[in-house]
T-cell receptor, first 113, second 112 residues
Framework: QKEVEQDPGPLSVPEGAIVSLNCTYSNSAFQYFMWYRQYSRKGPELLMYTYSSGNKEDGRFTAQVDKSSKYISLFIRDSQPSDSATYLCAMAGVGEYGNKLVFGAGTILRVKS | GAVVSQHPSRVICKSGTSVKIECRSLDFQATTMFWYRQFPKQSLMLMATSNEGSKATYEQGVEKDKFLINHASLTLSTLTVTSAHPEDSSFYIC????????FGSGTRLTVV
């Protein structure tokens, strides 16, 4: 079992749809949670950073963390064709992980106009 | 927000030569930077953790003599791919920790 599970997709939605992206993890040592967007041949761009259970909103993006279920989500409202990219969840923790990031496999999102 | 600048964005070199990639934190100090490698359609693979003023920590399976890392200041880390071969061709990305982890734009290395 991988430390972080993420459905690779691809996920295809029409413009304006609400997109839900999810990751699960197995180790409670993860305390910090991030979502990145990566366009082809570019570095990942940090979208959301959270460290507590609950919701965090930034514009069209909402990050949700449920530590009891070891489950995180990213919601994108009013999706646009420019949102088409690969979305990576990432986690960092304490103990054996130190300050290293552990990534999910990435979900490919396609927003059709 | 935090910005990490990576240079060059693309480089082509001949087999057997060395290539240096620079990673700079522009508006914050980074005692720790990270170097990743990414293969097509795959997630990022951590190569090493670069610590300012000390030796880098390499992940298992990464050749430290081939991938030399220097972190001489709080804003600059460099990765040198020595005696490059075609199998070293890849996308290399650095990151630094501020609020969250910020990534550079990546370097596409092609060894011919």
């Amino acid at each position: 079992q991988k430390e972080v599970e993420q459905d690779p997709g691809p996920l295809s939605v029409p413009e304006g749809a609400i997109v839900s992206l999810n990751c699960t993890y197995s180790n409670s040592a993860f305390q910090y949670f991030m979502w990145y967007r990566q366009y082809s041949r570019k570095g990942p761009e940090l979208l959301m950073y959270t460290y507590s259970s609950g919701n965090k909103e930034d514009g069209r993006f909402t990050a949700q963390v449920d530590k009891s279920s070891k489950y995180i989500s990213l919601f994108i409202r009013d999706s646009q064709p420019s949102d088409s990219a690969t979305y990576l969840c990432a986690m960092a923790g304490v103990g054996e992980y130190g300050n290293k990031l552990v990534f999910g496999a990435g979900t490919i999102l396609r927003v059709k106009s | 927000g935090a910005v990490v600048s990576q240079h060059p964005s693309r480089v082509i070199c001949k087999s057997g030569t060395s290539v240096k990639i620079e990673c700079r934190s522009l508006d914050f100090q980074a005692t720790t930077m990270f170097w990743y490698r990414q293969f097509p359609k795959q997630s990022l693979m951590l190569m090493a953790t670069s610590n300012e003023g000390s030796k880098a920590t390499y992940e298992q399976g990464v050749e430290k003599d081939k991938f030399l890392i220097n972190h001489a200041s709080l804003t600059l880390s460099t990765l040198t791919v020595t005696s490059a071969h075609p199998e070293d061709s890849s996308f290399y990305i650095c990151s630094a920790s501020d609020e969250g982890y910020t990534f550079g734009s990546g370097t596409r290395l092609t060894v011919v």
